[in-house]
């Protein structure tokens, strides 16, 4: 049951076809993408909670309320049709031309987008790039992976081959994200694929806990995007179709969530200016919400975060944030360590070897914190980046 691990994509498909192209979108490079499928695909997808959300994501969800299957995702970088006057009807006008350069109806059409908030969204400009974006379909994951990122530098990309009571079947995903990230969903897109047989409503369930276990677990500036979106496909090819009482439908849920976690690592590891990926583990809590309020106060903390790009082993900024963070606490009962040095232990500081801890601050890329409040049996973890000097730069210019 060992799983072979690749950054094919999704051209491991051979009935998935991708494109990538400029459309004039951002300032240069690439910014338009296709994912094609041959055939009828069964979907879900899940979305941000903010309540103000871009064109798309009111679209998206419309669509999965009346549709089971899907043929194409598009998806273009550079603005996010967000809080414009023209986005919804610039949906309607983009999905109807790809409908007709694809020969699909028109709600088998998916759509994501990321950019910029409250600029007119440039119909014309992705229109007139359709005709080029079929004509280019192929086996182009990594184009797609790049003409999708923003402030990103590098993509994120990801697929196995897993076998299971004799079946061989594969996941495909891509990913964009580095700023406007936090937990229940970032500024972050994600697209999957399997070809496992599998019904839309369990698709639903599978992927809601695999993003709860991955996306839902990343933070790097505590600001939650309008336009964040999962989104997954099954070709139905393998195998029998599968529900969620059997083994295989862990096994599945056990892969995807590891695709999932993969794909929100390398988000954290490429968070705008990071220097430092950070993980905080919570355990012993009272109960889960108490643990994730502890994990997310510490990941959160601006103190936190800028004494770790510091490298400065400040536990005191550690304690503040698991205080303030709502959760049950009992001081004297709390530990804290960083990496392997206990610094706080049952309501004393402890004796350390502060320049041993400074050097493991100073020489290590990923940084851990454990939090146990030794009150409960909850445990929680989330993935974090340092805040620095140039996440200031970036977004004070990302406009302008």
């Known amino acids: 049951m060992n799983c072979k691990i690749t950054n094919d994509g999704f051209d491991i498909f051979e009935s998935v076809k991708t494109s990538a192209v400029r459309a004039g979108i951002k300032r240069k490079g690439e910014d338009l993408a296709l994912i094609y499928f041959e055939k009828e695909a069964t979907f879900a997808a899940v979305f941000t909670t903010n309540k103000v959300k871009a064109h798309c994501v009111i679209y998206d969800e419309e669509l999965l309320k009346t549709q089971q299957n899907i043929r194409a995702v598009l998806i273009n970088s550079g603005n996010a049709n967000a809080c414009n006057i023209n986005g919804a009807q610039a949906i309607q006008d983009v999905t109807k031309a790809l409908s007709t350069v694809l020969n699909i109806k028109q709600n088998e059409i998916f759509i994501a987008q990321t950019g910029i908030i409250g600029e007119e969204f440039p119909t014309k400009k992705v229109t007139n790039a359709l005709a080029k974006l079929k004509n280019n379909l192929g086996k182009n994951s990594q184009n797609l992976a790049r003409a999708i990122l923003t402030t990103d530098k590098i993509p994120k990309i990801i697929s196995i081959e897993c076998e299971y009571a004799g079946v061989i079947f594969h996941i495909g995903a891509v990913a964009k994200g580095a700023g406007m990230i936090h937990p229940n969903m970032a500024t972050m897109l994600s697209f999957i694929v399997t070809d496992l047989k599998i019904t839309q409503n369990i698709l639903k369930v599978a992927l809601k806990e695999a993003v709860d276990k991955s996306f839902n677990r990343i933070s790097v500036d505590g600001d939650m995007s309008t336009n964040d979106t999962v989104f997954i496909a099954s070709l139905n090819e393998v195998g029998d179709l599968i529900n969620e009482e059997n083994e295989f439908y862990r096994y599945f849920v056990d892969k995807l969530t590891e695709c999932c976690v993969y794909l929100a690592k390398e988000i954290v590891k490429d968070a705008e200016g990071a220097t430092k990926f950070c993980e905080v583990l919570v355990f012993g809590a009272d109960k889960d919400e108490d643990a994730q309020k502890v994990a997310r106060s510490i990941a959160n903390s601006l103190l ?83 805040l620095t000097y140039e996440y200031i730069k970036i977004n004070a210019q990302y406009h302008t």
């Open 304 to 386: 936190v975060k800028t004494a770790i790009f510091g490298k400065d082993p400040n536990w005191g900024r550690i304690i503040a944030a698991v205080g303030y963070s709502g959760a049950n606490i009992d001081v004297e009962k709390l530990e804290i360590k960083i990496g392997d040095f206990l610094v706080y232990s049952w309501g004393r500081p402890q004796e350390f070897d502060k320049i041993a801890l400074l050097e493991y601050m100073r020489q290590n890329d990923s940084i851990k914190i454990y939090i146990n409040l030794n009150i409960g049996a909850s445990n929680f973890n989330l993935y974090f980046s340092d």
